[in-house]
């Protein structure tokens, strides 16, 4: 093992083994960057031989020239020149600087490297390189070397604008974190379509039948690392993920970790661009190449200084697909190749969901699972999915959002005695909005009660996704905004009536799959495969208790907008008259009958939904749904003696179940 000390006035060592070459990648952002010491007059080499350099040292002093990088490039360079020219090399070198050189023909290149390097700054080697390889007619080489230290710059100059948009993300309204601290490593499955987490404290649920194997777990270090890409030919990447499962966390930390040089270094370039972004230019013709400018400007140099997307495998990564608001048409959509060329947005999504655009790069498409597939059915391309949390992600996230080692170990004991609110945080979205209510809590006491009301907590989910979907266009109208919703309860009534979590497709009742599935983010779809070259597309909730959930909002809410008790249809012409004086409490005693005669309990969480609503932190919540003249009323009393009274069921897991009741009215 050779090393090489340095010359007085620069603290370099190489190990011949372990140098910059091997340690150090020319596309690394270099995080510790070694400055060399300022020499003085007298240390300065002067050399006998007046080199004039084709351009000065300091028009390229750029924060992204390191001791690191700038070892890597030049060796890099010097070892694309045949050997005769290499030697003729070192004698320019010995002609112009024969004091540090005098014995370069025994040096091999990282030899030489190094001693550049000790004699010279950064930009003084680099610019020493350039204009001796180009008195050498190597003009090619030297632009290699050029090529070299503009991307560099580039890729600095992208990755501070990544860190500076990713490093903080917003928890909460008025409140940020950075990223690295908050953010839980959420595994994807290499495969997609593996339906959702049926995990329940009451019932034991099936998924629909499927011979597919669910796939690996990835880590995001793993997913879309060399070793991954070397096993698939496939240029394009579609991440699913259901609402809140964390597909934008995801993709900004991949984007962070990027920045950072802590993974997916062999990618030159990363760009994220969201669709609701490019949805801004829906009403004109723009070039893919024309968005990246826009929001990344040092992205213009790529082509003004002469580098290629061909050359430099770049990752383009779009986020939010099921943002688009209009529907894609790959048989009657022109094909396009230019990413260059001006076309409508349409034109635009559909050819690169084909994958007809810079064909060096690759892509990463995140979307909620589809009604209808959004990739062509001939293009090459593979499907990954992310998944849920983990019972140690969620003690994991807990930890990280309470910096109180004291209030996260209560806040992490108390989700646990809530089976139902521990299994829902398998939803990130759901972490997040039960720590934000926790944090409210401790904020206005340290030592304040943690709230046990689990309709509230899916009262605030429904009222986030309906607030997320708000911002997506089309705009829904408050009238077709319930509309949806109610439709959705009755089918989640349906099935629930029949004992069902699932249900093909082809037999689903007609309501707007598009908005149920793309864009409410209350339902799924995904694809099983029953049979052998038989696939088929099941529709199901986020989660079976989301469906219970919206069951009883079915039920809470065509009662009190449309007086009908969903249970008694059968006196509705006799009571037609008298609607106006039937009373709410009717509908929960025929909810608790129901309920009771029920031995294996599948309407138990239904009807915990059905009291919670009754209380009034959660009406008042609700309020958006209701009629304009409908009011707050005071329910609990009635509810509780209703409850009371049922509480001698034969069934023993009835009785514990209307107990669970009285929690939910806050009793």
């Not at 997609?192 to 329940?200: I, R």
């Not at 409210?440 to 709230?451: A, H, I, M, N």
């Not at 009742?509 to 099983?528: K, L």
Request: glycine share 4%.
């Amino acid at each position: 093992m050779l090393k090489r000390h340095c010359l007085p006035g620069f603290s370099v060592r190489l190990e011949r083994a372990e140098s910059f070459s091997s340690c150090y990648s020319v596309d690394s952002n270099d995080c510790e960057k070694i400055i060399p010491k300022e020499k003085t007059k007298e240390e300065v080499t002067e050399p006998s031989n007046q080199l004039e350099l084709i351009q000065e040292p300091e028009e390229i002093k750029h924060p992204s020239l390191t001791l690191q990088f700038t070892f890597k490039a030049l060796c890099e360079t010097l070892k694309k020149l045949p050997e005769d020219d290499f030697r003729m090399f070192k004698w320019k070198l010995w002609t112009h600087y024969p004091q540090p050189f005098s014995a370069s023909q025994s040096m091999d290149i990282v030899d030489l490297v190094d001693r550049l390097l000790e004699s010279f700054t950064c930009e003084m080697s680099v610019q020493i390189t350039r204009t001796i390889l180009v008195s050498i007619s190597k003009k090619n080489v030297a632009e290699h070397l050029r090529m070299l230290y503009i991307k560099n710059q580039i890729r600095h100059e992208l990755c501070e604008l990544m860190i500076q948009k990713y490093s903080e993300v917003s928890i909460t309204e008025g409140q940020t974190m950075p990223l690295d601290d908050i953010y839980v490593d959420v595994n994807t499955f290499s495969r997609s379509d593996n339906g959702p987490n049926v995990e329940h404290e009451v019932l034991q649920i099936t998924k629909a039948p499927t011979k597919k194997k669910p796939g690996d777990r990835l880590s995001l270090a793993e997913t879309l690392s060399q070793e991954w890409i070397t096993k698939t030919y496939a240029r394009q990447v579609y991440l699913y993920g259901l609402a809140g499962s964390g597909k934008s966390m995801f993709v900004k930390k991949l984007a962070l970790d990027w920045a950072r040089g802590r993974s997916h270094q062999h990618f030159s370039f990363v760009y994220v661009i969201t669709i609701r972004e490019m949805n801004e230019y829906l009403e004109t013709k723009i070039s893919l190449m024309d968005i990246v400018n826009k929001l990344y400007p040092m992205a213009k140099r790529i082509k003004t200084e002469g580098l290629r997307y061909e050359e430099n495998e770049a990752l383009f990564i779009f986020d939010g697909l099921d943002e688009y608001p209009e529907e894609f048409n790959f048989m009657r959509t022109e094909i396009h190749s230019d990413a260059s060329s001006p076309m409508t947005m349409r034109v635009l999504l559909v050819n690169l969901l084909r994958g007809r655009f810079l064909s060096r790069s690759r892509f990463v498409i995140t979307s909620r699972p589809h009604a209808d597939r959004c990739a062509p059915w001939d293009g090459h391309y593979d499907e990954i999915e992310m998944g849920s949390f983990s019972n140690a992600n969620k003690d994991e996230y807990f930890r990280k959002r309470f910096k109180d080692p004291n209030q996260a170990a209560r806040v992490i004991e108390h989700v646990k005695s809530l089976k139902t609110l521990h299994i829902m945080c398998c939803l990130p979205l759901f972490c997040m909005l039960l720590a934000d209510e926790y944090q409210r809590v401790f904020r206005e006491s340290p030592e304040g009660k943690l709230p046990t009301n689990m309709t509230y907590m899916y009262t605030k989910l429904l009222l986030k996704l309906v607030h997320i979907r708000r911002t997506r266009k089309p705009a829904f109208s408050p009238e077709d905004e319930l509309k949806l919703l109610m439709d959705l309860g009755k089918f989640a009534f349906t099935l629930l009536e029949k004992g069902q979590f699932h249900m093909n497709r082809s037999k689903c009742p007609d309501f707007s799959h598009i908005e149920a599935v793309n864009r409410s983010g209350i339902c799924m779809q995904y694809t099983t495969t029953p049979f052998v070259l038989c696939h088929e597309d099941v529709v199901c909730f986020l989660h079976p208790t989301v469906q219970e959930y919206m069951a009883a909002l079915y039920a809470y809410l065509s009662f009190r907008n449309h007086d009908k008790n969903i249970f008694d249809q059968s006196v509705k012409n006799k009571l037609k008259l008298s609607h106006k004086g039937h009373r709410i409490t009717e509908l929960y005693k025929a909810a608790v009958e129901k309920s009771l005669q029920c031995p294996d309990g599948k309407l138990d969480l239904f009807l915990r939904f059905l009291f919670g609503m009754g209380c009034k932190t959660n009406q008042e919540l609700l309020l958006p749904f209701h009629k304009p003249s409908a009011k707050v009323l005071d329910l609990v009393k009635d509810c509780a003696a209703l409850i009371k009274k049922n509480q001698g069921s034969p069934h023993p897991d009835r009785s514990k179940n209307l107990k669970c009741c009285l929690e939910e009215l806050e009793m």
